[in-house]
């Protein structure tokens, strides 16, 4: 057993990685960068009301909830790129930010869910670019008085996670299909292929040239922004980052899901399930697909979510509703009553 001290709603936690930086015009090609993620606490308020947050509804440390497996500290994480302050990637990086549990106990259960774990030799998963990668730390649960303990299954677990998703990320930016870079200089590309040399000279030593050169960058930097977010919204914006997206939603993380239902000995456990998300942080949308030999979980559900309220109909019909993001659902509604 490894023993982790239990996260608290008020710890802090931080991140660092690498960013995009999209610059003003002239200069609209993106270059990633090291990017500091502020310190928030675990009970961060937009993610109160993206409901990303997992935590105990019954059980509490210090009069707080205990985080739980899955938890993700949620958007509008402030991200800044110290080298490049001025970066129009701000616009997406922030509303789409994530910091996010990649390990728990799954013999130590409260509210029916394993506890989450993270500590500074248990890093969280951070969003970045052109990967997302395990270097956020846990500032503050070293003082925390309760501890759980991990077994060897549960670290196997999110080691293979957090290795896969790298090795996911990092192959897909080595093959260029979804790379944001690339995009980019293959727009300045075609702009500079609708001009002769005489005409780029002609433009370059007037003022009218310059105007056109500055206009043409804000439309790359412009289509970027939007490349940008219909990929986060909609989860891919070409043909290889929609491959991406499916060996994610498609392989690593029903893989990640069975493996930690069967360590807990869930009442999911032997599951398999696929979900695809799509909208905004505050506004989303999921579709699930399962298979099971329980029939009450084989076959679609669906759940929405507009600020803190969620709503979750299982393949039966039986509707589930969750508020504030707490970790234990609403009483079940019957299907066929509307709830």
Excluded at 174 to 192: E, L
Excluded at 318 to 334: D, E, F, L, W
Aim: net charge positive; aromatic share 6%; charged share 15%.
């Amino acid at each position: 057993m490894i023993g982790v001290k239990v996260n608290i709603c008020t710890d802090l936690s931080a991140g660092v990685l690498m960013h995009n930086v999209l610059l003003p015009p002239p200069i609209p090609v993106p270059v990633p960068s090291i990017s500091i993620e502020m310190a928030v606490n675990q009970d961060w308020p937009p993610g109160e009301f993206a409901n990303t947050h997992k935590r105990a509804a019954t059980v509490q440390h210090k009069g707080r909830r205990i985080v739980l497996e899955g938890h993700d500290c949620g958007p509008m994480i402030p991200d800044v790129t110290p080298l490049f302050p001025l970066n129009y990637f701000y616009l997406i990086m922030w509303p789409f930010s994530s910091r996010k549990f990649t390990f728990s106990a799954s013999t130590v259960q409260a509210d029916a869910a394993p506890i989450g774990c993270a500590a500074l030799f248990l890093p969280l998963m951070t969003c970045g670019d052109p990967i997302s990668a395990p270097t956020g730390i846990a500032l503050s649960s070293w003082t925390n008085t309760v501890e759980v303990g991990m077994t060897g299954t549960d670290l196997a677990i999110g080691l293979a996670y957090a290795a896969a998703s790298v090795a996911l990320d990092s192959i897909f930016n080595k093959i260029g299909g979804a790379s944001t870079v690339r995009q980019v200089r293959q727009s300045v590309s075609r702009a500079a292929l609708g001009a002769t040399s005489r005409q780029l000279a002609q433009r370059a030593a007037s003022e009218a040239g310059r105007h056109v050169a500055q206009q043409s960058a804000r439309r790359v930097v412009a289509g970027t922004l939007a490349r940008e977010a219909v990929s986060k919204v909609v989860g891919f914006n070409d043909g290889a980052s929609a491959v991406k997206r499916a060996v994610s939603v498609g392989i690593i993380d029903p893989l990640a899901g069975f493996a930690r239902a069967e360590a807990a000995n869930a009442p999911n456990a032997g599951d398999w399930t696929v979900t695809h998300s799509v909208g905004v942080p505050f506004a989303n949308a999921s579709g699930s697909v399962t298979n099971s030999e329980d029939a009450s979980r084989r076959g679609v559900s669906r759940q929405t979510s507009w600020l803190n309220e969620q709503t979750a109909v299982s393949p039966t019909g039986a509707v589930q509703r969750t508020r504030n993001s707490v970790a234990v659902a609403t009483p079940v509604v019957g299907a066929g009553h509307r709830p």
